[in-house]
């Protein structure tokens, strides 16, 4: 009997990238014709990897006269997400605009609302602090529970327990700025009739790693099945440059910088997709554990925090549930 082999990368995320680009590119026409009776397709790029591919799959779709790329900028995003941006619409030679979002939610309250709890958490909060949130106890065997992370104009950082309403209500007020830009994407998607397309890719899309309503709303979605390391290489397959393929992943929403990891995975992109990959072929924890260079132990905390995590985010993908009868959509 062949013994199996040892859980790695290679093994988990192997993938025939030209089938893979060519089967998206036709089911994108097909859905776009067929389905959505659309003409082109809106994409917001980000500057990172994700949005990246999801525009250059686009384009290799339905061409880049028919993509309209929009950089949606606030006021703690970084100037590299936008330069990227850039860079990104310049390489595939699509019609795109920079519109800067802080407006809008200066006037919704969104930072307003946040310093208010980086004030009652930190007293001497104030101009030129910077902040974010910071994630630690799921796998450590414990609830999860966030921190506060503030940095004062010296550089020193400071760091207190957030209670849940806090949390709360920080989430809800950066909340706004991915609802604010669906809200601009699907402006210009109504302007030219077209689609929207939403760039989460498995992982985000497994673990509930996205706004209800804000970047979790799209017509197409066409990375969603694809793991955040498949991105990456289908990133290198379609020759995108090289600054957007070697571009870390960060949540660009909190002014202090913040890691996916650090926030809501627990675990660099990397390790987190080997374990959702491994947590649905069940893999054992022991496994795991060997492949990540953790315990038993730590695995089996790994594997129930995706669990909770899908338990707790299910609703997001869901459709308004209905007190009456079903009613067709058509």
Same mark, same amino acid.
């Given at each position: 009997?062949?013994?199996?082999?040892?859980?790695?990368?290679?093994?988990?995320?192997?993938?025939?990238?030209?089938?893979?680009?060519?089967?998206?590119?036709?089911?994108?026409?097909?859905?776009?014709?067929?389905?959505?009776?659309?003409?082109?397709?809106?994409?917001?790029?980000?500057? !990172?990897?994700?949005?990246?591919?999801?525009?250059? @799959?686009?384009?290799?779709?339905?061409?880049?006269?028919?993509?309209?790329?929009?950089?949606?900028?606030?006021?703690?995003?970084?100037?590299?997400?936008?330069?990227?941006?850039? @860079?990104?619409?310049?390489?595939?030679?699509?019609?795109?605009?920079?519109?800067?979002?802080?407006?809008?939610?200066?006037?919704? !309250?969104?930072?307003?609302?946040?310093?208010?709890?980086?004030?009652?958490?930190?007293?001497?909060?104030?101009?030129?602090?910077?902040?974010?949130?910071?994630?630690?106890?799921?796998?450590?065997?414990?609830?999860?529970?966030?921190?506060?992370?503030?940095?004062?104009?010296?550089?020193?950082?400071?760091?207190?327990?957030?209670?849940?309403?806090?949390?709360?209500?920080?989430?809800?007020?950066?909340?706004?700025?991915?609802?604010?830009?669906?809200?601009?994407?699907?402006?210009?998607?109504?302007?030219?009739?077209?689609?929207?397309?939403?760039?989460?890719?498995? @992982?985000?899309?497994?673990?509930?790693?996205?706004?209800?309503?804000?970047?979790?709303?799209?017509?197409?979605?066409?990375?969603?099945?694809?793991?955040?390391?498949?991105?990456?290489?289908?990133?290198?397959?379609?020759?995108?440059?090289?600054?957007?393929?070697?571009?870390?992943?960060?949540?660009?929403?909190?002014?202090?910088?913040? !890691?996916?990891?650090?926030?809501?995975?627990?675990?660099?992109?990397?390790?987190?997709?080997?374990?959702?990959?491994?947590?649905?072929?069940?893999?054992?924890?022991?496994?795991?554990?060997?492949?990540?260079?953790?315990?038993?132990?730590?695995?089996?905390?790994?594997?129930?925090?995706?669990?909770?995590?899908?338990?707790?985010?299910?609703?997001?993908?869901?459709?308004?549930?209905?007190?009456?009868?079903?009613?067709?959509?058509?």
């Amino acid at each position: 009997m062949m013994a199996t082999k040892p859980l790695s990368a290679e093994r988990a995320f192997a993938l025939d990238y030209t089938a893979e680009a060519d089967r998206i590119e036709a089911r994108l026409r097909e859905v776009l014709t067929k389905d959505l009776n659309r003409r082109g397709l809106v994409v917001a790029i980000s500057g !990172g990897i994700d949005s990246s591919v999801s525009a250059a @799959l686009a384009v290799r779709a339905v061409g880049p006269k028919r993509v309209y790329g929009l950089l949606l900028p606030e006021r703690v995003s970084s100037p590299q997400s936008t330069h990227r941006g850039r @860079l990104l619409a310049t390489h595939l030679g699509i019609e795109h605009e920079v519109f800067d979002i802080a407006p809008a939610l200066e006037a919704l !309250g969104c930072y307003a609302r946040i310093d208010e709890v980086c004030k009652a958490v930190h007293p001497d909060y104030g101009a030129g602090w910077k902040n974010k949130i910071v994630l630690e106890g799921g796998l450590q065997g414990r609830y999860n529970h966030f921190k506060l992370v503030a940095q004062d104009p010296a550089g020193a950082l400071h760091e207190a327990r957030l209670e849940y309403r806090q949390y709360l209500q920080i989430v809800a007020a950066t909340n706004f700025k991915q609802r604010v830009r669906k809200t601009m994407e699907y402006y210009h998607a109504d302007r030219l009739n077209y689609a929207v397309v939403g760039t989460p890719n498995r @992982l985000e899309y497994d673990q509930g790693f996205f706004v209800k309503n804000g970047d979790g709303s799209a017509d197409v979605k066409p990375i969603a099945h694809l793991y955040k390391s498949q991105v990456y290489a289908m990133a290198r397959f379609m020759k995108l440059p090289d600054e957007i393929c070697n571009a870390i992943p960060t949540t660009d929403t909190y002014s202090l910088a913040q !890691g996916q990891d650090e926030f809501y995975f627990g675990l660099p992109y990397a390790q987190m997709d080997l374990a959702l990959w491994a947590y649905e072929h069940g893999e054992s924890t022991a496994t795991l554990g060997a492949a990540l260079g953790i315990s038993a132990d730590a695995a089996k905390a790994v594997y129930a925090d995706i669990e909770a995590k899908r338990r707790a985010t299910k609703y997001l993908g869901g459709a308004p549930i209905l007190m009456g009868c079903s009613v067709s959509a058509d």
